[in-house]
């Protein structure tokens, strides 16, 4: 019995001792995993600074897969307005962007006349 204990014992002292090593390896690799992240972030800062300075010209395919993200992205955001407005069942004005009720035939913020947005 007491050869059956020691065993176990030992068994399950080498088992929290691989616990605790995989653990280890888990916090490097997040830690790792972390700074990959950081050094992307300043790589990524480092990049718009430069093209702040060089142009996109510069940098050729680069680049100009770059300004047609950076063209579709705005053709995007552009369409947000209104797509929240439909969902909200709001109204747009044309003149300075403002939300108002869509039975609103004014807008509250600027008074422009707001074009009737009905299907």
Known sequence: MGDF????KKGINKSVEDLNKSVKTLEI???ISSLKKEADAVYAEIGKR???ENGLEKYGELGDKLQVL???IKAEEEKLPAEAAE???TKICPGCSAENPVDARFCSCCGEMLEDQSP
């Open 5 to 8: 204990l020691g065993d176990l």
């Open 29 to 31: 690799q997040s830690k």
């Open 50 to 52: 430069a093209v702040q």
């Open 70 to 72: 950076l063209t579709d």
């Open 87 to 89: 969902v909200k069942k």
